[in-house]
């Protein structure tokens, strides 16, 4: 346990669905991301909130939509999904950002995109 | 890209110290080494992390070397369960650059075998 969970751990969708991907800390940290891995290649950073501001976005397409309500928890929203969005979706969260300390990685949620 | 170069796999005895090598001959004065393991499907892992002294935690001990520009990672009694991807990463506060972001390359596969 790292004190960051993610849900739901797998998720089906079509490409027409709207679901949305939900990640909690509970370490107190003020930095929460969002990175994606897809088969046979490297994790990629997608997002990054600091103090719920959102200080960096990758190049991500816009169907793919974050959220940080709080400190504790971040979203991302799913809409109109392509197949090769089907990848382990990552949270994690460190102390502070910018700043120099370790990330905590939660579980994953492994999307497919039918 | 990531500013680290690790070799793509290793095999280690159960029960050995297993030395997993990285090179980052480009790192800057206020950049750490980290280090990162993922076993399968599961979210990375944070290791130890440093600047220039050496480290040790339960986990492991890192090396630095005096330059900076390489470093080892050794977990001292490898188990079956340390069969993992091992990431070694380089970040800090860099003006104009990422700030504190984890930058994954495609890392080590150490095999640990019985």
């Known amino acids: 346990e790292t004190g960051v969970t993610q849900t739901p751990r797998h998720l089906v969708m079509g490409m027409t669905n709207k679901k949305s991907l939900k990640c909690e800390q509970h370490?107190?940290?003020?930095?929460m991301y969002w990175y994606k891995q897809s088969a046979k290649k490297p994790l990629e950073l997608m997002f990054v909130?600091?103090?719920?501001?959102?200080?960096e976005n990758n190049s991500v397409p816009s169907r793919f939509s974050p959220e940080c309500p709080n400190s504790s928890h971040l979203f991302l929203h799913l809409h109109t999904l392509q197949p090769e969005d089907s990848a382990l979706y990552l949270c994690?969260?460190?102390?502070?950002?910018?700043?120099?300390?370790?990330?905590?990685f939660g579980p994953g949620t492994r999307l497919t995109v039918t | 890209d990531a500013k680290t170069t690790q070799p793509p796999s290793m095999d280690c005895a159960e029960g050995r110290a297993a030395n997993l090598p990285c090179n980052h001959s480009?790192?800057?004065?206020?950049?750490?080494v980290y280090w990162y393991r993922q076993i399968h499907s599961q979210g990375p892992q944070y290791i130890i992390h440093?600047?220039?002294n050496n480290e040790t935690n339960e986990m492991a001990s890192l090396i630095i070397t005096e330059d900076r520009k390489s470093s080892t990672l050794i977990l001292p009694h490898a188990t079956l369960r340390d069969t993992a991807v091992y990431y070694c990463?380089?970040?800090?506060?860099?003006?104009?650059?990422?700030?504190?972001?984890?930058?994954f390359g495609k890392g080590t596969k150490l095999s640990v075998k019985p």
């Open positions: 994690a969260s460190s102390q502070e950002n910018p700043g120099v300390g370790e990330q905590y």
């Open positions: 909130y600091s103090l719920e501001e959102r200080v």
């Open positions: 990463i380089v970040s800090g506060l860099n003006y104009g650059g990422s700030q504190g972001n984890l930058i």
């Open positions: 480009t790192i800057s004065g206020n950049e750490y």
């Open positions: 440093g600047l220039k």
């Open positions: 370490l107190g940290h003020n930095a």
